[in-house]
Nanobody
Framework: QVQLVESGGGLVQPGGSLRLSCAAS????????MGWYRQAPGKEREIVAG???????NYQDSVKGRFTISRDNAKNTVNLQMNSLKPEDTAVYYC??????????????WGQGTQVTVSS
């Protein structure tokens, strides 16, 4: 089993910054992709940013140039630096990780979510 523990959410004014962190723990062979998703009230969960084990990143168009995803493979952590935050970024943000156990079975887990509220 893999546990993902998120931290760093909160209330920030428009134009402000927040940094989300997610730490993965558990006995696994490899974590492949890690990413951040978000879900606003009444909306579907959507991907915000993802990063492969090799460091290749992808971003939702609405956050390009404002958000930066990074990863530490040795520590099994993934971070999301969010700058120039807008009210429409308000959502619950979820960490996600997929990979392989030592028996080569695949896994895909979610964190518990952390609230980000952008409001004046």
């Amino acid at each position: 089993q893999v546990q993902l523990v998120e931290s760093g959410g909160g209330l920030v004014q428009p134009g402000g910054s927040l940094r989300l962190s997610c730490a993965a723990s558990g006995t696994v062979f490899r974590i492949n992709n890690m990413g951040w998703y978000r879900q606003a009230p009444g909306k579907e969960r959507e991907i915000v940013a993802g990063i492969t084990s090799g460091g290749t990143t992808n971003y939702q168009d609405s956050v390009k140039g404002r958000f930066t995803i990074s990863r530490d493979n040795a520590k099994n952590t993934v971070n999301l630096q969010m700058n120039s935050l807008k009210p429409e970024d308000t959502a619950v943000y979820y960490c996600n990780a997929d990979g392989l156990y030592y028996n080569r079975a695949r896994f895909n887990y979610w964190g518990q979510g952390t609230q980000v509220t952008v409001s004046s």
